[in-house]
């Protein structure tokens, strides 16, 4: 099992930049496609950005594409999401996710990730 811990949300303006990071801890991330996913204030969670496994495919929503970059160390087991021009409705709880055995056209689907973090906040607002 993998047990996820996400760090460095906050307060920032439109326009700023932010670093999501997730540590793994129990096992190595290299075995997980691994995924992040936001869940605004009264909406649904929602999909965000996801890297297989293998790192052959990286994944992101039309809504963050060229603005939010996925990341993995593996030395430091730790997952990012590097966040730039961020605009009011990027305000959500950001959760990091992790699983063993999906396949390449389910990485989008929050039903197929068993492991996640416990979310960070991120609010942008002036």
């Known amino acids: 099992q993998v047990q996820l811990t996400e760090s460095g949300g906050g307060l920032v303006q439109p326009g700023d930049s932010l670093r999501l990071s997730c540590a793994a801890s129990?096992?190595?991330?290299?075995?997980?496609?691994m995924a992040w996913f936001r869940q605004p204030p009264g909406k649904m969670r929602e999909f965000v950005a996801a890297?297989?496994?293998?790192?052959?495919?990286?994944l992101y929503a039309d809504s963050v594409k060229g603005r939010f970059t996925i990341s993995r160390d593996n030395a430091k087991n730790t997952l990012y999401l590097q966040m730039d021009s961020l605009k009011p409705e990027d305000t959500a709880t950001y959760y990091c996710?992790?699983?063993?055995?999906?396949?390449?056209?389910?990485?989008?689907?929050?039903?197929?990730?068993?492991?996640w973090g416990q979310g960070t906040q991120v609010t942008v607002s002036s």
């Open positions: 996710s992790a699983d063993s055995s999906i396949i390449l056209s389910s990485m989008r689907m929050e039903s197929q990730y068993d492991y």
């Open positions: 890297f297989r496994a293998n790192g052959a495919t990286i």
């Open positions: 129990g096992s190595s991330i290299r075995r997980y496609t």
